[in-house]
């Protein structure tokens, strides 16, 4: 069910209250643009098949557009009182203006309404900007899992699990 409450901090996006919308993929074109940052960002993107299955899975995936120009999105599976956070990207034209933050927060509401009590994500050991993001919007660090990532040839990175409570949890 796609999230359409309105920017959870609107005073983080440039402009607020431009033409911000907040919405999932509903049309091939749309998944097209999430496949194009995709792209744009990983070195090991996820592909067409992974959205689509995670579509068809019922996972929560949202995206957040200026205009027609998409300017991220997240993917997150609901589970029993948790919700995992499987892929946070933005656009890298529009890097550093704080829209992860924003879809951060947007991913709490969401897990929120879904009753879950915290997040979980993993995220690459050698992301420490990464890590520092999300230390700053409540992650606290749980874990390392070994060779989670894949990197170029047969070579594995390790993940560091992160979790946050949510506000109002017993957890």
């Known amino acids: 069910m796609p999230f359409t409450a309105s920017v959870p901090d609107e005073t983080l996006l440039p402009a607020a209250g431009a033409a911000w919308r907040w919405h999932g993929v509903t049309t091939p074109a749309e998944l097209d643009a999430v496949l194009a940052i995709e792209a744009q960002s990983y070195s090991h993107p996820w592909t067409r098949g992974n959205f689509t299955d995670a579509l068809k899975a019922g996972f929560h995936i949202q995206l957040l557009s200026h205009g027609s120009q998409l300017l991220g999105y997240t993917v997150a599976m609901p589970g029993v009182e948790e919700a995992h956070l499987l892929n946070i990207t933005v656009c890298p034209d529009v890097r550093r203006q ?25 995220v690459r050991a050698s992301h420490a900007a990464t890590q520092r993001l999300y230390a700053r919007h409540g992650f606290e660090f749980v874990a390392v899992r070994k060779g989670y990532y894949p990197l170029d040839g047969q070579q594995r990175e390790d993940a560091v699990v992160m979790k946050r409570v949510l506000p109002g949890s017993a957890a």
């Open 98 to 122: 704080g829209l992860a933050g924003v879809l951060l927060q947007a991913l709490a509401v969401w897990a929120q309404q879904q009753q879950a009590q915290c997040i979980w994500l993993e």
